[in-house]
C-alpha cells in the first residue's frame, strides 16, 4: 500500500479519466486494454512477496501503472508489451516519473524474457488460458509467479510457487482480466 500511495496514478490514465484514477475499478488506457483496478494491483503484488532484492518481470507493461509499483519494492523490473504505442509511452512515463531500474521490451510476454531469467517474481497482467511453460522454466527456485488462469471472461488468480524441479499453485481467487495474446496464450483476434 505504501508503494501505491507514491504512484500518481492519475497520471497514467488519460486526461479525461484522471477524476476516477483512484476509484477502485479499472479503466481503458486505448488498444482495447485497462489499467487494473487498484485493489487488484494490491493483491498481485502482495503475492509476489517482495522484498526489495528481486528481479522482477512484468508481463503486459500496459500503461506503466503496474510497473511503478514494483519498481518501488523491486531491484530491478523487465516488463514485456507486445502493443508497441502503449510500450512506448508507459517507457516514457516511467522515465518521466524517474523509474530507472525498468526495462520494456516490446515482445510476445508468453515466451518471457529468456536472456535475463531467472527472475525472483514474475507478475502476469492478462488472463491466460493456461501458465505459460516459459515463464515457470524463467521462474528461480524460491520464486513466485502470479497469474490470470481461465477462460476469455473469468479467470482465477493463481500463485505458482517453484520448489526445485517442482511447483505449488494456491488459488487467490476469482479476477477478470483482458486476454493473454500469444504463443502460448490466446490467438490474436
Not at 16 to 44: F, N
Not at 96 to 101: A, I, K, P, R, V
Not at 161 to 167: L, P, R
Amino acid at each position: 500500500i505504501e508503494a501505491m500511495k507514491k504512484v500518481p496514478r492519475h497520471r497514467f490514465v488519460e486526461e479525461a479519466l484522471q477524476k476516477q484514477a483512484y476509484s477502485d475499478h479499472p479503466l481503458p488506457i486505448g488498444e482495447k486494454q485497462t489499467i487494473s483496478q487498484p485493489y487488484m494491483v494490491a493483491l498481485m503484488t502482495e503475492a509476489l512477496q517482495l522484498t526489495g532484492t528481486e528481479k522482477v518481470l512484468e508481463i503486459g507493461a500496459g500503461s506503466g501503472y503496474q510497473t511503478a509499483i514494483l519498481a518501488e519494492l523491486a531491484q530491478k523490473v523487465y516488463s514485456i508489451e507486445r502493443i508497441r504505442s502503449l510500450a512506448i509511452r508507459a517507457r516514457q512515463l516511467l522515465y518521466e516519473l524517474g523509474y530507472f531500474n525498468v526495462e520494456i521490451k516490446i515482445f510476445d510476454g508468453t515466451y518471457g524474457w529468456q536472456e535475463e531469467s531467472p527472475f525472483e517474481a514474475i507478475i502476469v497482467t492478462a488472463g491466460a488460458p493456461d501458465i505459460p511453460q516459459p515463464l515457470i522454466d524463467q521462474l528461480a527456485v524460491g520464486g513466485r509467479l502470479v497469474i490470470p488462469v481461465g477462460d476469455a471472461f473469468v479467470q482465477d488468480l493463481i500463485r505458482v510457487t517453484k520448489t526445485g524441479e517442482e511447483v505449488k499453485k494456491e488459488d487467490l481467487g476469482g479476477c477478470r482480466f483482458v486476454k493473454l495474446v500469444g504463443k502460448y496464450g490466446w490467438d490474436e483476434e
